[in-house]
């Protein structure tokens, strides 16, 4: 594994696919976590950050805030057909989170497609605090 202070990789997982992420800030394992469920979808280098958008999320702990940060991002994706690129955590704490993402309608000339997300799931769902960083790893139902 990686260990550079943030960043994402995905890994092999039965029949889905696992998405690991990780950064010195509780913030950062956020974004990288988003950068990683895109770059499954679409190739992230081919989206145009055109639109943004403000979410607002509440949760009882930063885990399920975790999850429910990526089942809201899924959720724009399947809704708006939008593709997102940038991700910026503008505040957060382990029961609120206020971001701004930006992304496009997807356009399947100019975005390169990858695997249909159709869940986040709860399975071998781990955040964790390390010695300097947080890491996550989630697998993604396929």
Request: aromatic content about 10%.
């Amino acid at each position: 594994m990686n260990h550079i202070s943030k960043g994402f990789e995905t890994f092999e997982h039965t029949a889905d696919i696992g998405i690991r992420a990780w950064g010195s800030e509780f913030t950062e394992v956020f974004e990288e976590a988003a950068k990683a469920l895109f770059s499954v979808i679409a190739e992230l280098n081919s989206v145009s950050p055109k639109e943004k958008f403000q979410i607002r999320l509440e949760a009882p702990s930063g885990e399920e805030l975790f999850l429910k940060w990526l089942k809201e991002l899924l959720f724009i994706f399947d809704s708006k057909h939008m593709v997102l690129s940038e991700f910026k955590i503008l505040e957060l704490t382990p029961e609120k989170l206020s971001a701004e993402v930006s992304g496009e309608q997807i356009d399947s000339k100019k975005h390169k497609l990858g695997y249909e997300v159709k869940a986040i799931t709860h399975h071998q769902f781990k955040l964790v605090r390390e010695k300097t960083r947080y890491l996550a790893e989630v697998i993604l139902d396929i």
